[in-house]
T-cell receptor
Framework: NAGVTQTPKFRILKIGQSMTLQCTQD?????MYWYRQDPGMGLKLIYY???????DKGEVPNGYNVSRSTTEDFPLRLELAAPSQTSVYFC?????????FGNGTRLTVT | AQSVTQLGSHVSVSEGALVLLRCNYS??????LFWYVQYPNQGLQLLLK??????LVKGINGFEAEFKKSETSFHLTKPSAHMSDAAEYFCAVTTNTGTASKLTFGTGTRLQVTL
């Protein structure tokens, strides 16, 4: 059972470039989330989704977009990368309380 | 609004010693509380959760936590540390029920275990 799979594992972007972080889960969970993790800051919620076609902003949504066309997939889009978006990004899914995390994408914007 | 505060960004214990990682929460309604562990270059894994049943919660790898409403605390303990316990630990809280579990995380405590 793969759980939550994130790609790529690492990426370096130049300022102003765009990219999509991919996330897919095979547990048939309705709820999915994107968090970013910065040293000493814990995890901050970027966006979340309660089901296909439904997304909502979390605590730090600026500079990001998401879509949820299927139950399995929840990609995160960065349109104009900025140095402040250098971070480790985690995707997660859940039924009710327990979040299952992917292994993260380490993104550097220079 | 909900929040958690983890006291101590780094904790160092000797192998075999008691592990105590502190977490205090703030919530206007009854909270659901969690401890997650993160090993290097990995995602977070659930250690244990409190969802308003028993106040003493047992988790994986010998960890447990006690919900104390009077102290607004949910401290994580393990009687005897093992080298493999070295990791970063996050306390988290949510008050959402019946919908997406939008956890609010603490800033983390890095546990070092020495010989």
């Amino acid at each position: 059972n793969a759980g939550v799979t994130q790609t790529p594992k690492f990426r370096i972007l130049k300022i102003g470039q765009s990219m999509t972080l991919q996330c897919t889960q095979d547990m048939n969970h309705n709820y999915m989330y994107w968090y970013r993790q910065d040293p000493g800051m814990g995890l901050k919620l970027i966006y979340y989704s309660v089901g296909a076609g439904i997304t909502d902003k979390g605590e730090v949504p600026n500079g990001y977009n998401v879509s949820r066309s299927t139950t399995e997939d929840f990609p995160l889009r960065l349109e104009l990368a900025a140095p402040s978006q250098t971070s480790v990004y985690f995707c997660a899914s859940s039924t009710e309380f327990t979040l299952h995390f992917g292994n993260g994408t380490r993104l550097t914007v220079t | 609004a909900q929040s958690v505060t983890q006291l101590g960004s780094h904790v160092s214990v000797s192998e075999g010693a008691l592990v105590l990682l502190r977490c205090n929460y703030s919530s206007s309604v009854p909270p659901y509380l969690f401890w997650y562990v993160q090993y290097p270059n990995q995602g977070l894994q659930l250690l244990l959760k409190y969802t308003s049943a028993a106040t003493l919660v047992k988790g994986i790898n010998g960890f447990e936590a006690e919900f104390k409403k009077s102290e607004t605390s949910f401290h994580l303990t393990k009687p005897s540390a093992h080298m493999s316990d070295a990791a970063e630990y996050f306390c988290a809280v949510t008050t959402n029920t019946g919908t997406a579990s939008k956890l609010t995380f603490g800033t983390g405590t890095r546990l070092q275990v020495t010989l």
